[in-house]
């Protein structure tokens, strides 16, 4: 589980994210968009799945299933 504390320094200092791979697509990440518990995606990604869900009820994290939404997610900056 990854704090808010470790959420705002990835925020505030950047993650290198060249090398991870987004779990929905499984390409390089795209526009990384973080979630409230840690997970990384492309932002195309997560919002479409976001949106899916959210058709039918409440959207959840592909990887760890606590729900999300829209507004909670939070644009990374690209590694420098």
């Given at each position: 589980?990854?704090?808010?504390?470790?959420?705002?320094?990835?925020?505030?200092?950047?993650?290198?994210?060249?090398?991870?791979?987004?779990?929905?697509?499984?390409e390089?990440?795209?526009?990384?968009?973080?979630?409230?518990?840690?997970?990384?995606f492309?932002?195309?990604?997560?919002?479409?799945?976001?949106?899916?869900?959210?058709?039918?009820?409440?959207?959840s994290?592909?990887?760890?299933?606590?729900?999300?939404?829209?507004?909670?997610?939070?644009?990374?900056?690209?590694?420098?």
């Amino acid at each position: 589980t990854i704090d808010s504390t470790r959420i705002q320094e990835m925020i505030s200092k950047g993650v290198d994210y060249t090398d991870e791979e987004c779990s929905i697509c499984l390409e390089g990440i795209d526009h990384a968009v973080i979630t409230p518990c840690g997970h990384l995606f492309c932002k195309n990604c997560i919002h479409q799945h976001v949106s899916q869900q959210m058709e039918v009820g409440t959207a959840s994290c592909p990887m760890c299933r606590k729900p999300i939404t829209m507004e909670s997610l939070i644009p990374l900056p690209k590694p420098q």
